[in-house]
């Protein structure tokens, strides 16, 4: 994505969950390598912005904050009693639209937050600001063991695949605790800016729903879906047409290797879901039929014992690296693009249309020499086809 607007970016890997407290630390300490007075902004990847103007405005606000030696949140204007949020009561002014903080309360119930919303409570948006060193010196205040693993994980971090993967031994000493529970809660330094900017956390696929648009049913779709005689359902699909008869108040999630049907408003159903799934069908969880390379994308469309097909896709100018395996043979048959391909000695164009074979042993490579991306279905067949049947003689991403 990235790419796609032509930023470039350091993107750090976390080796296993933490919670946002290290994740959250380990950016801090990662941006003081480059900068020891720097600001640094963390925003949650799942929420929506309605209004860009406002939320850049409090950004700015924000901004003042965190250079006077404050820890900044954002508050939401509340829109309802919502009991999936945190509250935030606000204190006194310290400059601009910034506030002191008095306290933070978790979720609460539905009386309590009318009770919130009529005392002036802010919707807590789990988004922060604040100078690098300020956010490590109040973690370590609480916790200096994980801030040094934190550290050290860091000053240890590898680049893999185009990324910044932390150091996964000394990352998985730290604690793993949200940066509320971690910092926030504790520090005497916290504020809070007010922003009014059409903000929503999807945190949940009825968060989903509530963003979509929707027939006079209330049914929303993303994928092709097919609704009769059901109301207020939201369907998502990768290729699947989904169809629903007689049905309220459902969510249904088809992809290629898994579906879920759930009520709409089941979140703590969800996570107990995913815990299980994570124990009977572990692949599911842990494995994506697409795979993301610095060179592109490739996947699995179908496989068996002795065979598998692949969809890859090489960007402009992508190149994987020069290769051979033991145990299988491979064809290559371009879909779009032209594809320079090596084969021992052998370097050939590969036009649409056209393919070529890739004997077992062989050494081999593909590269995307054109201006559009190159597209190619790959037939493997073979006693073994394992990713780790890779014997990498050149690479231009250093991977062993």
């Not at 693993?149 to 031994?169: H, M, Q, S, Y």
Request: include cysteine; aromatic fraction near 6%; charge should be negative.
């Amino acid at each position: 994505q990235l790419a796609e607007v032509g930023l470039e970016a350091d993107v750090l890997l976390e080796p296993m969950r933490r919670d946002s407290g290290p994740a959250i630390a380990a950016g801090a300490a990662f941006a003081q390598t480059r900068d020891e007075q720097a600001v640094v902004l963390a925003l949650a990847a799942d929420h929506v912005v309605g209004d860009n103007a406002a939320f850049v405005a409090a950004c700015r606000e924000g901004l003042a904050g965190a250079e006077a030696g404050h820890i900044v949140t954002f508050g939401v204007m509340p829109e309802r009693a919502a009991t999936e949020y945190g509250y935030i009561s606000p204190g006194a002014l310290i400059t601009g639209n910034v506030h002191g903080v008095v306290k933070f309360v978790e979720k609460p119930d539905p009386v309590t937050a009318v009770g919130y919303i009529n005392a002036g409570y802010l919707w807590n948006s789990g988004n922060f600001m604040f100078r690098a060193a300020m956010l490590l010196e109040e973690f370590s205040a609480v916790d200096v063991g994980s801030v040094e693993t934190i550290n050290e994980a860091v000053g240890k971090a590898g680049r893999d695949l185009g990324f910044i993967t932390l150091d996964p031994e000394a990352f998985g000493r730290a604690k793993a605790i949200s940066i509320d529970y971690a910092v926030m809660e504790k520090t005497s330094h916290a504020a809070v800016v007010q922003v009014d900017c059409g903000w929503s956390d999807v945190g949940s696929w009825h968060a989903v729903w509530e963003l979509s648009d929707k027939d006079a049913q209330g049914n929303a779709a993303h994928g092709t879906a097919v609704f009769e005689d059901s109301r207020n359902c939201n369907v998502s699909s990768d290729g699947a047409v989904v169809a629903l008869e007689g049905v309220d108040d459902l969510v249904v999630v088809a992809t290629q290797d898994a579906v879920l049907v759930s009520r709409q408003q089941d979140a703590n159903g969800m996570k107990r879901l995913v815990a299980r799934l994570r124990t009977v069908a572990p692949k599911v969880t842990e494995d994506h039929l697409k795979v993301h390379r610095p060179w592109g994308s490739y996947q699995s469309v179908d496989n068996g014992v002795r065979h598998q097909v692949k969809r890859i896709i090489v960007k402009s100018g992508g190149r994987l690296s020069l290769q051979k395996h033991h145990h299988r043979s491979e064809h290559w048959i371009v879909v779009r693009g032209a594809a320079q391909v090596t084969v021992n000695e052998l370097v050939k164009t590969v036009h649409e249309n056209e393919s070529i074979y890739i004997p077992i042993g062989a050494t081999h490579r593909l590269e995307n020499p054109g201006k559009i991306p190159l597209e190619l279905i790959e037939v493997q067949t073979g006693s073994y086809l394992g990713e780790d049947d890779i014997i990498r003689i050149e690479d231009d991403y250093r991977r062993s």
